[in-house]
Each structure stands twice: as structure tokens, then as C-alpha cells.
């Protein structure tokens, strides 16, 4: 079922026109108190997914650690809250690795002991969450973010929000984080906020019924997911508008601005970390930057764009071999054998053994006295080695990442590509450390002050962190927004634009998908994606349902039982109304909805009653038993010449967010068209390199996913 929003947006009218007549003191408290709904809809849904957010990081946490060893005063705590208070150098002794515990004797036998503990733990808690998606809620699987733009973009999916999608893909969330895959909690944090909304605004039913005022409450959460997500309320604001919404009116933006503020708050006054950062991976940098880096800035954008370019491809690539391969049958076995691999990988390599959040976080780093170096990665004159490891480690994550995203978990890839980039920015930075020292009399240097300390290599980090992600999503003002907010360091706004630009018109000449819009394409979602590519050069009336095969209602001869009969007999979610079917002179158009509503408000009367749907040409031709279905109808449907183009059709449905439009030549209904349709065609086009003049019908038995997204 599609969203209609004129069509919404006008009901929205009338009801408050019904609201706001009768004047008086009480007209103006119903009116306030309705007014004020959304925002408590709002804000409750900012502090759920403060709460929420918080409960995951505490959850997930524990759950990592337990991976590595156990607090012996207090099982539940995590690793940093059993060693709370102690200095980096001192030794903690309340927190005992599984090795250690099980006392193997030599310090080969602890090694082997922690390495299969860490696998146990890690292959566990995924198969865990995988069993809980597939048996308790399939739609909380992986990031969310696909579907939750398609039903911005008017379609509905049912049960993607619901409650038990939100408890699953919480709780699905803390054992995924926890089992050291490759992926991130961010995007599905969205999906999150947006289950919450939903369910929170149930009990106002002038949202909830209404698709296009529950659409803008789902932007606004959206805002809120990302905002917890990274501890930047107005990088979620934007990444709302940016990627998630089709439509951000000015009041969506300002609700979406409370909504992230509430849930960003409420995070705040959790402080699930207990070090006042809304994420592990804030940081504050004290040193700037020289002009000669913006080379490789630069250089940092073309790899971002590169990655980002490849992962979708190769993502797509194997979530297509799992498609059309047995894998399909086995998302367990699958699940279990990405969980090992990873696991085997992972525990070798230091930098791939830590959660990527805590990854990131020291990654993002500037070596100093204060920061603990628990990567290796600040120590003087060793770079080789940290360099080969870091770069190892970001080819096998993206090896690793682009196998998890698709698995059957709840799973984002928001993270994991910060990890990566952060990965390969670190080790660029630590190279041009060394370079810098190495030549201090460089020409280009010459802005570094001597023994004062030049490159500060975390930068570097951030700056491939962005360059990744934006390559991912192609995302960028957003990006460099959460980026800011993350270092709260103006400073670093210029490079990290150049480097997220450079990467989008790298990601972009791969192709201008970002992996979000590739997997709607591969799910095959009916989204129409309003900054697509050229719509082919066509006629509507080349594409369009034509009149002879378009069921129709007259004005006159219907009777309650023969209008029953069309709803039972026809599926179509509405019917153009003609004066007779001969001229087929347009009146109007009736959707299912009001259609049913109508005969079934009228049950009392025979059924042998008749119907009149108005025109001038009537008058006096009705009974006056007869029911008036006028009220129900849509007077003014939006109309377009036979003979436009489908450009100008398209551009109608993205902009206006339409369900269907009619075509006629001088008031005489020449066909019609839905927006499913343009998706139909337009899909057509774009995979088999030619149009086919085909009906829906022709692709019908391909589509599966559009099953998903049901009629009503
Ligand atoms: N009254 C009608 N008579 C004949 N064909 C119609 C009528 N209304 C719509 N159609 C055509 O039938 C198909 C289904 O249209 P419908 O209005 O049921 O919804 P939709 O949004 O296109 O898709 P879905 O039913 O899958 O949600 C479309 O190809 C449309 O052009």
C-alpha cells in the first residue's frame, strides 16, 4: 500500500477544519491539546531511545568483555568499570582472563585457552541473535535503514515497526555487537528510534492514522537513532534529511531537531560509559593542521571512494550468491560460519580483536602521556610493523564486513566502515609521520616547528573514517557534520570536506548508488528514488493503464450490492469515477478505502439501494432514497494530458508524493498510471538495458520482496 500525501495531508485539513469551528475556550484547549500530541510523541520517543541506547552500550559491552576474561568482585561489570579508577600502568587485579582463570600452566597454553573462549563466546552470541531474528522477528534483521527509507518514501511494510521487531532488534543488537563481527549498531539504532515512534504514537490516533503525519514522526526518530548513535544530534538532523527522508518539510526539521535533542540528552544523563561522552570514540584534539596534508587528505578521499565503490560491489555480488545458492536455505549455518571465520581472523590481530568501537576510539587518538596506548600504535620509531598490521587489518575487515552485511542479524555497517577507514587513515598518518621526521628541511614541511610534534596521525584516522563512510553511503554533509561533532574540532572541518568529497565522486563514478539505495534495488522495493538517474524519453500514454482496460465507476446505475460485488471482484486500490462509460467524462476518483467505509457506513439500508456519484448531468435523475457517495469521493484527483511525458509523470510522484494520477484529453479519462507503476517501468529500463513495453503482470513473478510490502 502506498501513501498518498496530497491526498493525507488534505484529510489532515478537514479534520483540523472540524477541530478549529465551533470557537469557545474548549475548541481552544482541544486544539491545543491535539496540536501538542506529536511532541509528546516526540519527546517520549527521544527518551526511549536515550534509554535504549544506553541499555545496548552497557549490554553490549559486558557481553564483549566476558569474551575476554570475567570481573571477580562483580561478574556483571565490564572490563573498564572492574578496573574503574585505576591508572593505565597499574595492574588490575579483580579482572581475570579466561586463561588465567582456568590456570593452563605455560603462557602458549593461556594463549590457546583465551583464543577458543573468544571463539566460543563470539560464534554464541551470534548464533544467538541470528536464532532470535528468525524465529521472533525476520524484520529486525541487518541495519533497517533500506526499509525504513522505503516507507518514508510512502510504501508500507507491515510489522516492520512494531513491538516485538524493537525488543528483538535490541536485544539481537547487544549479542551482535558483542560477538566481534564486523558490523555496528548505528544504522539499526534508526530502525530503533523508528520502531519507538511507532509504537508510541499508537494511542494518537490523528498520527497514527494518518500515513503522511506518522512519516513525518519516523523522520524525526530517525534523527534521533543517529544522534545516540554518534553523540551528534545535528549530524542526525541531517542524515535524516540527507539519506533517510523523502520528505523534510521545515517542521519536520524542527521536530526532528527535538527529537535528537531529547534522545541525545537522556544518553547524556544515562552516561552508560561514565565518561561523560555520548560515544566511546569522542574525542578532543589539541593540535592543527598544515596545508601540505591536505595531499594526502586527499589521497585519504580517493581510497574512501575506492573502498566504497568495491564493498557495494562486492557486498551485492555475494549477497546475490546467496540468493540464488543453497546459503539460502542455511542463514544459521551462514551466520555460523562468518561468526568462526571472523572470530579466527579477529583474535590474532590486535586491532581486530577489540570491539570497532573501541577500535575507533584509539584510532581516533592523538598519542600523549594521558591517552593509553593499548593498540601500540604511539610508540617511537615502530612504524613498520603497526603500519602492515593496520593496513592487514582493514583489507580483511572489509573482506569480513562485506560477508556480514546481509547475514540474517541485526547488523549496520556504519561503524565497521569508520573502523576500516580509520584503519588505512591511521596508517597513512603514521607514513607521513615518519616522512616528516625523517626530512624535517623538506620544502613542503616548512610550516612544522622544530621538536614540536607535526602530523598528528589520529587525524589521519578521522579523516579515512569519513572518507569510508561517505564512499559507503555517499553521504556528506551529514558525515562531515557527526565527524565535527565527534572531534568537536572546527579545525578539522575543511579537511574531512575535502577528503568526503573527493570520495563521493569516486564512489559515484562506480556507480551513484550508495549501499543503502543498492540493497533497495536488490531487495527490489518499490522505492522511487527521487535523485535517480534520467527517466527514458517516453509518452505516458505509452506506459499507462488505458481506458479499455481500466475498471470504471458511472455516476449512476450502482446500487450498494453492485458496488459490494466490484470491491469483491476488483483488486485495484481505487476507481476513477466517469459520467458514462461511453464518453468516460471525468468526475472524479473513489479509493477502496472510502469506497468500503461508504457502503459500509450505509449498512443499514437495502442493498438494492442505488448510489449516485454527482456531475451536473444527473440532476434530477436521482431518487431521493438514493445514497450520496459524493462525499467520499475525490472532486479535484490530479489529471495530466495523455500526451506527457513520463518525466513529467515521475517528477509528479517523487515530488508530490502521489499514489496515482489520471490522464485525460479535454476531460475525458484516457488512463491511469500508479506509482508503482513508474517504479515497475523504470526498473524495467534500467536492468534489461531496453524498455519493454510490459504490464505489471510481465514481472509480477519476479518480484518477490514487493510481496513483502503488502496491499492492504
Ligand atoms: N480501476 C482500475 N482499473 C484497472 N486497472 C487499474 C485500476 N486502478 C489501478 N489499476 C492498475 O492496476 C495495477 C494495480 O494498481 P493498484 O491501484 O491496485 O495499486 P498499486 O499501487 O499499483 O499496487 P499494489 O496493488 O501492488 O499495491 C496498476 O498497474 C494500475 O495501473
Not at 533497517?144 to 516485538?164: A, D, N, S, Y
Not at 544523563?269 to 586527499?298: A, S
Not at 621538536?451 to 558525515?479: F, H, N
Request: with cysteine.
Amino acid at each position: 500500500m502506498r501513501t498518498d500525501w496530497i491526498h493525507e495531508y488534505t484529510i489532515e485539513q478537514l479534520r483540523l477544519r472540524v477541530l478549529r469551528g465551533g470557537g469557545g475556550i474548549t475548541t481552544y484547549f482541544r486544539v491545543l491539546a491535539d496540536a501538542s500530541q506529536a511532541w509528546i510523541v516526540l519527546i517520549l520517543s527521544g527518551l526511549a531511545v536515550g534509554f535504549i541506547a544506553a541499555a545496548i552500550d552497557i549490554a553490549g559491552n559486558w557481553l564483549a568483555d566476558v569474551k575476554t576474561g570475567v570481573c571477580t568482585t562483580s561478574f556483571y561489570l565490564n572490563h573498564s568499570f572492574c578496573c574503574w579508577g585505576l591508572q593505565s600502568t597499574e595492574q588490575c587485579k579483580d579482572w581475570v582472563t579466561w586463561g588465567h582463570l582456568f590456570n593452563v600452566g605455560p603462557a602458549g597454553g593461556v594463549y590457546v585457552v583465551q583464543y577458543l573462549i573468544f571463539i566460543l563466546f563470539s560464534v554464541t552470541f551470534a548464533l544467538s541473535a541470528c536464532f532470535l531474528v528468525l524465529h521472533y522477528a525476520p524484520y529486525a534483521r541487518q541495519s533497517g535503514i533500506p526499509e525504513i527509507k522505503t516507507v518514508l518514501g510512502g510504501f508500507v511494510i507491515r510489522r516492520f515497526m512494531g513491538g516485538w521487531t524493537l525488543l528483538i532488534k535490541s536485544l539481537g543488537l547487544c549479542l551482535s555487537v558483542a560477538s566481534g563481527l564486523w558490523l555496528g549498531k548505528e544504522g539499526p539504532l534508526v530502525h530503533v528510534a523508528c520502531s519507538c515512534a511507532n509504537i508510541l504514537m499508537k494511542p494518537f490516533h490523528s498520527i497514527s492514522q494518518n500515513e503522511a503525519r506518522k512519516r513525518e514522526i519516523l523522520s524525526a526518530a530517525a534523527a534521533a537513532g543517529i544522534s545516540v548513535a554518534f553523540g551528534s544530534p545535528i549530524g542526525g538532523v541531517l542524515f535524516s534529511l540527507e539519506q533517510v527522508s523523502y520528505y523534510f518539510p521545515d517542521k519536520t526539521m524542527w521536530q526532528s531537531f527535538v527529537c535528537a535533542m531529547v534522545a541525545a540528552v537522556t544518553l547524556q544523563f544515562m552516561n552508560p560509559f561514565r565518561t561523560e561522552k555520548l560515544v566511546m570514540y569522542q574525542v578532543i584534539f589539541t593540535r592543527g593542521w598544515h596545508d601540505f596534508e591536505l595531499i594526502p587528505f586527499c589521497v585519504l578521499g580517493i581510497m574512501g571512494g575506492l573502498y566504497g565503490g568495491l564493498f557495494i560491489k562486492v557486498n551485492i555480488f555475494i549477497a546475490g550468491l546467496r540468493r540464488r545458492t543453497w546459503v539460502k536455505s542455511f542463514p544459521v549455518l551462514e551466520v555460523f560460519v562468518v561468526a568462526l571465520a571472523s572470530a579466527l581472523i579477529n583474535y590474532p590481530n590486535v586491532f581486530m580483536r577489540v570491539q570497532v568501537s573501541e577500535l575507533v576510539a584509539n584510532l581516533f587518538q592523538e598519542c600523549s602521556a594521558t591517552n593509553d596506548d593499548i593498540l601500540d600504535i604511539c610508540q617511537d620509531g615502530k612504524t613498520a610493523g603497526p603500519v602492515s598490521l593496520l593496513i592487514l587489518a582493514s583489507v580483511l575487515g572489509m573482506i569480513l564486513a562485506s560477508f556480514t552485511f546481509g547475514l540474517q542479524i541485526p547488523a549496520g555497517i556504519l561503524l565497521p566502515s569508520m573502523g576500516i577507514g580509520a584503519l588505512y587513515g591511521r596508517a597513512m598518518g603514521m607514513v607521513v609521520q615518519v616522512w616528516q621526521r625523517n626530512n624535517p628541511t623538506a620544502w613542503m614541511l616548512r610550516s612544522c616547528e622544530p621538536d614540536v610534534q607535526c602530523i598528528t596521525p589520529g587525524v589521519y584516522a578521522i579523516v579515512g573514517a569519513a572518507s569510508a563512510v561517505g564512499g559507503v553511503t555517499r553521504m556528506t554533509v551529514s558525515i562531515v557534520v557527526i565527524m565535527f561533532e565527534l572531534t568537536g574540532a572546527l579545525t578539522y572541518v575543511l579537511p574531512i570536506m575535502v577528503a568526503v568529497l573527493i570520495s563521493k565522486w569516486v564512489g559515484d563514478a562506480f556507480d551513484r548508488k550508495g549501499i543503502y539505495e543498492a540493497w533497495i534495488n536488490f531487495q527490489e522495493y518499490p522505492f522511487l528514488d527521487n535523485r535517480e538517474e534520467p527517466v527514458p524519453d517516453l509518452l505516458v500514454s505509452q506506459v499507462m493503464t488505458r481506458l479499455e482496460d481500466t475498471v470504471v465507476i458511472e455516476a449512476t446505475g450502482h446500487t450498494i450490492a453492485s458496488l459490494d460485488d466490484l470491491l469483491h471482484t476488483q483488486p485495484y486500490k481505487g476507481f476513477p469515477v466517469v459520467a458514462d462509460a461511453r464518453d468516460a467524462l471525468l468526475l472524479g476518483y473513489i479509493s477502496r478505502t472510502e469506497l468500503r467505509y461508504a457502503i459500509d457506513k450505509a449498512r443499514n439500508l437495502p442493498r438494492t439501494t442505488e448510489c449516485h456519484f454527482g456531475g451536473s448531468a444527473l440532476i434530477g435523475t436521482v431518487s431521493e432514497n438514493s445514497l450520496d457517495m459524493r462525499p467520499w469521493m475525490d472532486h479535484t484527483p490530479m489529471t495530466l494530458p495523455a500526451r506527457s511525458s513520463l518525466m513529467l509523470a515521475t517528477s509528479l510522484f517523487q515530488d508530490l508524493g502521489l499514489r496515482y494520477l489520471l490522464f485525460q484529453y479535454h476531460g475525458q479519462l484516457q488512463g491511469l498510471m500508479t506509482k508503482k507503476d513508474a517504479w515497475f517501468i523504470l526498473n524495467s529500463v534500467k536492468d534489461e538495458k531496453r524498455f519493454v513495453h510490459a504490464t505489471r503482470d510481465r514481472f509480477a513473478g519476479d518480484v518477490n520482496s514487493t510481496n513483502v510490502i503488502s496491499s492492504s
